[in-house]
């Protein structure tokens, strides 16, 4: 079992910055990637960005790519979205994900991180 545990999200104004967290613990070892999804009232869950675990590589979403940074600290099993210049639509509930093993499916999940952005 992993568990996730996601820090740093709030209100800030558009154009501002924040950058959020995620602390895995338990079977971390199995974990192959980690990814930050946002979901809207209404509207699926999207993926914003992804990290593989053991190289480092990464995906970002076209709506976000340049604004988002998605990074890891292996030795704190920590996971970062540093997200900057934000909109008003950057406005959601953002999950931190982990899948283990062969998964090919995120199949651990944070509780969220509410992320709000005025106008």
């Known amino acids: 079992q992993v568990q996730l545990v996601e820090s740093g999200g709030g209100l800030v104004q558009a154009g501002g910055s924040l950058r959020l967290a995620c602390a895995a613990s338990g079977g971390t070892f199995r974990m192959s990637a980690m990814g930050w999804f946002r979901q809207v009232p209404e509207k699926e869950r999207e993926i914003v960005a992804a990290i593989r675990w053991g190289d480092g590589s990464t995906f970002y979403a076209n709506s976000v790519n340049g604004r988002f940074t998605i990074s890891r600290d292996s030795a704190k099993n920590t996971v970062y979205l540093q997200i900057n210049s934000l909109k008003p639509e950057d406005t959601a509930i953002y999950y931190c994900?982990?899948?283990?093993?062969?998964?090919?499916?995120?199949?651990?999940w944070g509780q969220g991180t509410q992320v709000t952005v005025s106008s």
């Open positions: 994900a982990a899948r283990t093993g062969l998964s090919t499916q995120y199949n651990y």
